[in-house]
């Protein structure tokens, strides 16, 4: 079973960085579509970036050249770097898995149905 653990969340000022990370269990992620959810409080659950097999990532506009995506050397690691952050960037950051090898083809956020609880981040102005 997959199970997923979010960890780096925590309050920073804008302009400031973080990097989030995520641990996987009983799974070895290398050949599955993984990604990043955030959710903030009213607001829709918003997909952030997800990652393909062989490295192929994606982004959110809203993040588009500000956050980073990416596979740690380490076994089943995921990051999230993230820069010059902004108070809309607060949020919940989930990572999330798909549970199937669709050829390590992610098709958008679809398939991404496997989430951790979440760690937080809050970008203070």
């Known amino acids: 079973q997959v199970q997923l653990a979010e960890s780096g969340g925590g309050s920073v000022q804008a302009g400031g960085s973080l990097r989030l990370s995520c641990a996987a269990s009983g799974y070895t992620f290398s050949n599955y579509c993984m990604g990043w959810f955030r959710q903030s409080p009213g607001k829709e659950r918003e997909g952030v970036a997800t990652i393909e097999s062989d490295g192929t990532t ?3 506009h809203s993040v588009k050249g500000r956050f980073t995506i990416s596979k740690g050397k380490a076994q089943n690691i995921l990051y999230l770097q993230m820069n010059s952050l902004k108070p ?5 950051y989930y990572c999330a898995a798909d549970p199937v090898q669709r050829g390590g083809y992610c098709y958008g956020y ?9 760690t937080l981040v809050t970008v203070s102005s």
């Open 110 to 118: 679809k398939y991404l149905e496997v989430w951790g609880q979440g």
């Open 58 to 60: 994606t982004y959110a």
């Open 88 to 92: 809309e960037d607060s949020a919940m």
